[in-house]
């Protein structure tokens, strides 16, 4: 829903997880996991050659980005990723707007940003 407020069709948007596979009890991915999982994200990346990436969350953020900075600190900026220096927003995960709903108004501006540098604006 959040995708088609800013006009961005399902099928336009490609969207690749961190961890390829859900730890135990849905616990936080160990920094082992995220190391085994990389290259084939490396690799989904290669592939698609996204024009913008879409850090949603603390764990995507700090392993895209090799960082333990709060996404409250890094949002609202772009970011490079890669070699091929792919420009990185960064914005809140669904499930912390669920507990701190006061924060949809900020995930709505990364998602403005985000619109703007697809569209060239």
């Not at 999982?37 to 850090?55: D, G, H």
């Not at 603390?58 to 409250?72: K, M």
């Not at 970011?79 to 912390?96: M, S």
């Not at 701190?100 to 985000?114: I, T």
Request: charged share 20%.
């Amino acid at each position: 829903a959040m995708l088609h407020a800013i006009g961005l069709a399902r099928d336009a948007v490609y969207i690749a997880n961190v961890l390829k596979c859900r730890p135990p009890g849905n616990r936080n991915p160990s920094v082992a996991e995220v190391a085994a999982c990389q290259p084939f994200l490396r690799r989904q990346l290669v592939l698609i050659r996204p024009k913008v990436m879409l850090a949603v969350g603390g764990i995507a953020a700090h392993n895209l980005l090799n960082t333990d900075e709060a996404v409250g600190r890094l949002r609202n900026r772009v970011h490079f990723y890669g070699e091929e220096r792919t420009p990185l927003l960064v914005t809140y995960h669904p499930a912390y707007l669920l507990r701190r709903p006061e924060e949809k108004a900020k995930v709505w501006q990364d998602l403005q940003k985000l619109h703007g540098m697809l569209h060239g604006g």
